[in-house]
């Protein structure tokens, strides 16, 4: 990749402008900033901006619409989606300077932070004033907070806590035109007409940059205990959701197959139940140890649950979570194409039926792995890229079957991306999950609020 010279006229016009503004043209920042964790398009942006403050941004978002140049919002692109690849000439404007605690206040609860922060150093500083925020998932320490609101990004305790846009109760953010939008100003109640502060929750940066936001926190759970269950069929597993949702207070539930194990194990993980078994549940739930043993032995009575053991100590927990939340990184170097999809859980059993059959006749030689939040009804499913097979291939090969995934998603009434977006990957799909009219006044707010259409171009339509 050659460097962008700051020689350029339009990036010497910025410059000029913002003096103070970090602005990045080496080839090797225009690789690391270009791409998320797709992996899939090569980076290509123009240059990489990183301003300090709100007014920077604005300034920045201003320029762009003075020059038409297109602009990718940037968090710690731990994407799944493409939504924060800039491969086509465009500005990255990256929030990772302005990563700091604004400020907290024991009345309302609630923690400000600049969007760049990652979700790690909010639950540290949530952690700090003996509250929580209980957003969560394994990219924490890398992944940032305006990310996360602009996927409305899920995660391991959507069962217990719902997903991000629960805990947004103020946003601040950059329009397309630069202009500053304070949306909701941390109100619990706010009857004024259009909740613009939802609107953007989710928006995947096609509407405005998010800057800041407060961020609403709550009590930390009683002790919990933590439990690796061992099950030998898909059956089994709903069973076992079914008595523990009743019988425990869940705050996650979490499964994965065999296949997934495998590699995690092989990724450095430590096993945790001998034997051979098809599936797996990490769960966490409020309840003391007898509780959950006496729930634990119902299960293994009726023949749905095979093995399973309690987390005796934080190690022990960590270690149990391990399992499960090193899936995504053990599978990396497999290149898998990913699908995140979303169902009511009444239409689980059915839809993994025909799931599996089709995996089984349109993929037979691909390895695939199951895992997820089964409890929200939210399943991963990752194609490994079989040896020898090239990507364009692969790909070409994987968006046929998605297609046909996407037809039967649609029948069950269901979502081609449950947590992860549209971003560029799913684009083709979106179809599926949203009708025609739905998609012309989604396109029709993206003109109200970016009317150049310059904020993170080609994603989500
Ligand atoms: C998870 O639940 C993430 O671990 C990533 O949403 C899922 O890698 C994936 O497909
Ligand atoms: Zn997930």
Redesign the pocket.
Known sequence: MTATSLAHPVLADLAGRLPALRLLTEPSDLEHYGRDWTRRWMPAPLAVALPASVEEVQAIVCWANEHRIYVVPSGGRTG?SGGAVAANGELVLSLERMNRVLGFDAVDRTLTVQAGISLQAVHDAARAHGLIYPVD??ARGSCSIGGNIATNAG?IRVIRYGNTREWIAGLTVVAGNGERLDLNRGLIKNSSGYDLRQLMIGSEGTLGVVVEATLKLTEPPPASQVMLLALPDMAALMQVFALFRVKLNLQAFEFFTDVALKHVLAHGAQRAIDGEHSYYVVTEFDADEDAALAVFEHGAEQGWISDGVIAQSEAQAAALWRLR?G??ES?APHRPY?N?ISLRISALPVFLQEIQALLGREYPQAEVVWF??IGDGNL?I?VLKPEGLSDADFIAQCEHVTKLLADTLQRHGGSISA??GIGLVKKAYLGSTRSEAEIALMRGVKQVFDPKGLLNPGKVF
Do not use: R
């Open positions: 799944l998932f394994a995660g939340e899936i995504t599978l990913k995140d997820g939040h991963h990752n947590e992860h």
